[in-house]
C-alpha cells in the first residue's frame, strides 16, 4: 500500500481503509475481514459480537453529556465486488488490492478498489475509535455478503439493535442525501443442452468481447454503456445466419450485480469460411463501436485461432439461447414519473456461461425497480422469452426497496448541519440501487433512516475510484451530524 494514502485526511478513516484493502474480502469470503473488525471492536474495549449471519455489532457508550440524545446506528458492509481486468493476476481470496493515488483520486491497479463500502466501514470504525468525537450511544452494524445477496442484512434479528436513527454509509455521491432505493430480485434461465460432434472440415475459432467499463447494474444502468453478452450474441446471430458458425462454449460475465464487461465464446467455423467470419466479424464490430463511441471508448472485439472445440452446443439450443438473448430486456426499462433523473425500473443480464460438466447454459440477470409492480411485470416477461426459448426460468433473492419519507427528523437534522457547515443545502435523492435499508428498515419499523457517503466512481468495476476530497467532506459531516444528533 502506498504510504501517501495512509498519511492524507482524514488520517483516522485513510488509516482504517489501508489496513482494509490489505484484507481478502470478496463476497462469500469473508471470515478474515469480520475478525479483524471484530478484533478493532474488543480491543477498544467495546461491547463487540458476531450475530447468526456474520454480521459484526458494536456498541459505543455515549460521550459525557449527550447520554440523552437518540442512539446512532452507523451501517456499512464489509464485502466488496471482486471484479478485475482480463490480464490482471490478482487472486481476491488472497491478494491485497494494489491501492494508489491518481491526483484528486484514490484508484486499484486492475480491480475493484473496494472504497464501495470501505470507506462507510472505515468512518464508522474511526467514530468508535476517536476520543474526542461528541456523541451520543453509537452502534456500528457491519453486514455481511452485501453485494451477492443482502445476506447480513436479511438474517439480522429484530430486537438485537436499540438505536432510533439509522445512518447507511452506502452511498455515492457527496452532497447528497438518500432517502429512498429500489428493490431488486435476480432470474435465471438453465438451458440444457446435447453435443453434437463438429462438422469435418471445421476450424476452432475464439471470439472475445473486451476492453468494455461495466460497472455497477444499478448506479450506471442509465449510462448507456454496452452489455458484453448483448454483443456476443448479436455477433453470434449473424454469423451463424450467414455462414453457419457453430457455439461450444461461452463464458460472459460473472456478477448479477455488475454489467458485464466482457465475454467469451469457442466456436467451430467452415475453413471454407474463415475469411469471410473474420470479415463479418470487422464490419458488425465496426458498426457496434459506432454506436458506443461515447460510452465505450476501449471496446475492443476480437477472433483468434483456437484449438476445435471436442464437441458443440446443440444447434437448436444455440438458437433459441442466442434469439432469447437477444430478445431479453436489457438496461432502463422506465425511469420514474415522480423523480426527475431516476430510473425506476431496470435489469442487466449479467452473466451468460455454459457448463460442460452439466451441459447446461446459465442465463442470469438482476431485476431493480422502485415499483413493486413493475419489478412483477419485468420478471413476466424474462420468464415468457427464457420460457419459449425452452429454458428453465426461476427467481430468488428478493429484497424489498425504500420507501422516501420525507418528513423524516433525520434528513431535516442533516439539511440544517451541511448547509450551516458547507454553505449548501444537500440534493435530496432516491438510488437505483439496493441498499440495506429496505430491508434493516422492515425488521426495525421504528428506525428513522438516511444513507450518504462520499463520491465513488464506476464500482463493481476495475475503474473504481473515491475522490479524495470527497472523503474529508464526509467524514467532516458525519463528525458534526454525530455531535447534532436531537434528543429522545
Excluded at 464485502?79 to 481476491?92: G, I, L, T
Excluded at 464490419?283 to 471508448?297: G, Q, Y
Amino acid at each position: 500500500m502506498n504510504n501517501e494514502i495512509k498519511s492524507m485526511e482524514p488520517r483516522e478513516v485513510w488509516g482504517i481503509f489501508d489496513q482494509m484493502t490489505k484484507i481478502p474480502r470478496p463476497s462469500d469470503h469473508e471470515e478474515e475481514i469480520q475478525s479483524w473488525a471484530h478484533n478493532f471492536g474488543k480491543n477498544l474495549g467495546l461491547e463487540t459480537f458476531k450475530d447468526d449471519a456474520g454480521n459484526i455489532i458494536i456498541r459505543k457508550p455515549a460521550s459525557p453529556g449527550m447520554e440523552k440524545r437518540k442512539g446512532v446506528i452507523l451501517q456499512g458492509h464489509l464485502d466488496m465486488v471482486p471484479q478485475k481486468n482480463s490480464n490482471k493476476e490478482h487472486n481476491f481470496e488472497t491478494d491485497p488490492i494494489e491501492a494508489f493515488v491518481d491526483a484528486d483520486w484514490v484508484k486499484a491497479r486492475g480491480t475493484t478498489l473496494g472504497a464501495d463500502n470501505g470507506i462507510g466501514v472505515s468512518a464508522a470504525l474511526a467514530v468508535l475509535a476517536s476520543k474526542t468525537i461528541q456523541h451520543g450511544p453509537v452502534e456500528v452494524l457491519l453486514t455481511a455478503t452485501e453485494e451477492t445477496g443482502m445476506d447480513g442484512a436479511n438474517g439480522l434479528a429484530p430486537g438485537v439493535l436499540h438505536g432510533d436513527i439509522l445512518i447507511n454509509m452506502d452511498s455515492e455521491d457527496e452532497g447528497e442525501l438518500y432517502v429512498g432505493c429500489a428493490g431488486g430480485e435476480d432470474a435465471s434461465a438453465l438451458f440444457s443442452y446435447t453435443t453434437e460432434e463438429v462438422p469435418a472440415g471445421f476450424t476452432g475459432m475464439k471470439l472475445n468481447v473486451t476492453g468494455m467499463k461495466g460497472g455497477h447494474s444499478g448506479m450506471d444502468i442509465s449510462l448507456g454503456r454496452g452489455n458484453a453478452n448483448m454483443v456476443f450474441f448479436r455477433i453470434l446471430n449473424a454469423a451463424y445466419g450467414k455462414l453457419g458458425v457453430r457455439l461450444a462454449s461461452i463464458d460472459g460475465g460473472s456478477l448479477r450485480n455488475a454489467i458485464p464487461r466482457e465475454a467469451f465464446g469457442l466456436l467451430a467455423v467452415n475453413e471454407a469460411d474463415v475469411a469471410d467470419f473474420v470479415a463479418l466479424v470487422e464490419e458488425i464490430s465496426d458498426t457496434i463501436k459506432t454506436e458506443l463511441a461515447v460510452t465505450e471508448p476501449d471496446l475492443k472485439i476480437t477472433v483468434e485461432q483456437a484449438t476445435v472445440p471436442s464437441d458443440l452446443i446443440d444447434k437448436k439450443t444455440q438458437v433459441r439461447l442466442t434469439l432469447a438473448v437477444i430478445a431479453c430486456p436489457n438496461g432502463v426499462v422506465r425511469m420514474s414519473d415522480s423523480m426527475e433523473g431516476l430510473v425506476e425500473t431496470s435489469t442487466n443480464l449479467a452473466i451468460v456461461k455454459s457448463d460442460a460438466s452439466k451441459k447446461t447454459i446459465l442465463c442470469a440477470a438482476l431485476m431493480r425497480s422502485s415499483v413493486d409492480s413493475a419489478k412483477e411485470d419485468l420478471a413476466s416477461r424474462i420468464r415468457a422469452v427464457f420460457t419459449l426459448a425452452g429454458a428453465e426460468v426461476s427467481f430468488s433473492g428478493a429484497y424489498p426497496g425504500w420507501k422516501p419519507n420525507m418528513d423524516s427528523p433525520i434528513l431535516k437534522t442533516m439539511q440544517d448541519v451541511y448547509n450551516k457547515n458547507f454553505k449548501k443545502i444537500p440534493e435530496i435523492k432516491a438510488i437505483h440501487a439496493g441498499l440495506e435499508c429496505g430491508i434493516l428498515g422492515g425488521k426495525y419499523p421504528n428506525w428513522d433512516m438516511i444513507s450518504f457517503g462520499p463520491t465513488i466512481r464506476f464500482p463493481h468495476s476495475p475503474d473504481e475510484k473515491v475522490n479524495i476530497e470527497s472523503v474529508k467532506k464526509f467524514w467532516d459531516f458525519l463528525v458534526v451530524t454525530l455531535e447534532n444528533i436531537p434528543e429522545k
